[in-house]
């Protein structure tokens, strides 16, 4: 029996996945595994039970994800649950920087007791005409779940695309539309493009690249969106950008201090995975993560660990390690068990930065004393018998 945990609302849709073998608690410091959304985690203590993680979505910065990593707390999260209500709202975001709907429903609502409004909306119409989206040319930064279903649901409306990810995955390659034209140089995009939109993760090596050196690049008139993270801009320079008319719209899904009210900021309340579609596919995506990794101790989207998946064991035992990315670890962990007799049948290692997991089916019984042996071996974190 496994005990769960909620910090945040998790679909009802998606707790209906789990079985029998199941249990919600009340009480996290006893559970096996936490749900999360958006709730912040670093100060949080966490408890001896715990073995993972499982965020409803993609970004995980509410996580202490080296803190899980050291206690041998996988974190998961569900990539490309959500994506496509993120690219419905970037298509409205496109839409809506290049013609002032917003204003024109400010206008009606301010007018709306004037009796000859009817006869008004011709004149004052004219004030919010803007431009169309198709031919334009639009700069996609960032092809993976979202970024793709953006690049290819704007050549359906006819725009010109460009993507840029010097890191994009095969998957992500093979749903790519053959029309979107690959860029190698990030400057091509600023150079070249109408429209310009961000979908990277915030990393230290992205954090404010959209900054006054890239905007003092980008035609004039450009349009800026930001559906990712608002720290992937330097907004102060944003700010100064739209004042000197390089920028004409940013549209941004992250309200702050700093644009929210702001001229030529357009920005929503955080809507880009607010669908009941996206909660529930998030919510369903990050339950059948928790429970194959806990049941049968595969790890598929992890952003701690390295993905490692054999399946359903076949053979009489299954053991996980989570370890230390350092030598002569699978050396270790063989001679354990070739010392006790006992005989490997298929055996799996994977690492991610400084830390790895291994997992081997084993022809016996994994014993306490087993378990106990591979605990007492330098660098590894936490041995756990999955069968």
């Not at 249990?23 to 996290?28: F, G, I, L, P």
């Not at 952003?303 to 053979?315: A, K, L, Q």
């Amino acid at each position: 029996m496994f005990k769960y945990h909620c910090l945040n609302p998790i679909a009802q849709v998606g707790l209906d996945v789990f079985t029998k073998d199941y249990v919600k608690t009340e009480q996290y410091d006893e559970a096996q595994g936490i749900l999360v959304r958006s709730a912040a985690m670093h100060d949080m203590k966490l408890p001896d039970s715990l073995l993972a993680v499982a965020r409803a979505g993609a970004g995980v910065n509410n996580i202490p994800l080296d803190q899980c990593a050291e206690k041998g707390v996988v974190v998961f999260n569900t990539p490309g649950a959500n994506a496509n209500a993120v690219k419905e709202l970037v298509l409205a975001g496109m839409l809506l920087g290049s013609r002032d709907i917003v204003g024109g429903i400010q206008w009606v609502e301010e007018d709306q007791d004037d009796e000859n409004i009817a006869k008004a909306v011709e004149k004052e119409k004219k004030k919010f005409a803007g431009t169309e989206i198709e031919g334009k040319k639009l700069g996609v930064i960032g092809l993976g779940a979202i970024g793709v279903k953006v690049a290819n649901a704007a050549i359906h409306l006819g725009m010109e695309v460009y993507g840029y990810d010097p890191y994009v995955s095969v998957n992500a390659a093979w749903s790519l539309s053959r029309e979107v034209k690959h860029v190698v140089d990030l400057n091509d995009i600023y150079s070249e493009c109408d429209f310009i939109t961000v979908h990277v993760p915030l990393m230290d090596s992205t954090k404010g690249m959209i900054n006054e050196e890239a905007i003092s690049m980008m035609k004039d008139g450009v349009i800026l969106l930001n559906f990712a993270r608002d720290l992937l801009a330097d907004e102060k320079a944003v700010l100064a950008g739209i004042k000197s008319g390089k920028i004409r719209k940013y549209v941004t899904d992250f309200p702050n201090v700093t644009t929210a009210g702001a001229e030529g900021c357009i920005v929503i309340p955080h809507l880009g995975a607010s669908t009941e579609e996206a909660e529930d596919n998030c919510a369903k995506m990050a339950v059948k993560e928790m429970m194959n990794f806990l049941e049968n101790g595969n790890i598929v989207n992890s952003v701690n660990y390295p993905n490692v998946d054999m399946g359903i064991c076949t053979s009489q035992g299954r053991v996980a390690i989570c370890h230390k990315n350092v030598a002569n670890m699978i050396t270790k962990f063989t001679a354990t068990f070739g010392d006790l007799g006992i005989n490997i049948e298929n055996m799996m290692n994977k690492s991610k930065g400084e830390y790895a997991y291994t997992m081997l089916d084993v022809a016996g019984v994994v014993s306490d004393d087993i378990v106990a042996k591979l605990t007492a071996i330098e660098d590894v974190i936490k041995v756990r018998v999955i069968k």
